[in-house]
């Protein structure tokens, strides 16, 4: 199943347990706490979605590959939504991880990462 599309291209080595959506979320715009305690908020008009995605281990080329498809600050991307199942677009900020490498002896390895993905704009 693909989960995640950039441009015509589908991850793959997303780790199970590594797919996180959050869809229709309120766009709080501001938060006061009362003097009682309670809180109050302003919420925006459209409700946003957000996706982490976990990829596991990569070696150089394909960390280079899945790295140009989130050069951008803000991109489309198409992915599964849960709550419809079926395969939606939106527009994204890409939030860049930060990555560890596992090894660099003669094939460069890359330990799991994580991508976040937040939306912007309509639908």
């Known amino acids: 199943m693909v989960l995640l599309v950039h441009e015509g291209f589908e991850f793959k080595n997303i780790l199970s347990g590594g797919y996180i959506i959050k869809e229709d979320e309120p766009d709080i715009i501001s938060e006061v706490k009362m003097a009682n305690g309670s809180i109050r908020r302003n919420y925006g008009d459209m409700p946003k979605t957000s996706i982490k995605v976990k990829f596991g281990k990569l070696n150089k080329d394909t960390y280079k590959e899945y790295m ?3 050069s951008k600050n803000e991109d489309i991307y198409s992915y599964f939504s849960l709550k419809e199942q079926k395969m939606k ?4 900020f890409v939030i860049f991880p930060e990555i560890s490498v596992e090894s660099i002896c003669q094939k460069h390895r890359y330990d799991e990462f994580e991508i976040e993905l937040q939306q912007c704009g309509e639908d």
């Open 68 to 70: 140009s498809h989130f």
């Open 89 to 92: 677009s939106k527009k994204f």
